[in-house]
């Protein structure tokens, strides 16, 4: 199970998922203002990435849903899915 959290503008967000991107897509940020930190950890490992205010409006603003899949897909790729997806 791998967790994530995700931290915008002092506030974070929490959820959970067998892959990287049913762990970020469970993320329901109120504010998808701003820079934000996503960590994800499995097993003890754990990765931060910084994601860009644009990608993260995209991910979880109210926008159309293709292009939010286009965000999740995009944060996806920044972690290493050899790590996290088994």
């Known amino acids: 199970m791998i967790t994530s959290s995700l931290k915008v503008l002092g506030k974070f967000y929490y959820g959970k998922g067998k892959t990287i991107m049913t762990a970020i897509g469970s993320l329901n940020p109120e504010i998808a203002k701003g820079v934000g930190v996503l960590t994800l950890e499995k097993h003890g490992i754990t990765k931060e990435k910084i994601i ?9 603003g109210k926008i159309s849903s293709s292009r939010k899949e286009l965000a999740l897909k995009q944060i996806s790729q920044l972690f290493d899915k050899k790590i996290f997806d088994d």
Do not use: D, E, S, T
């Not at 860009?52 to 979880?60: E, S, T, V």
């Open 52 to 60: 860009l205010p644009r990608i993260l409006y995209n991910a979880f």
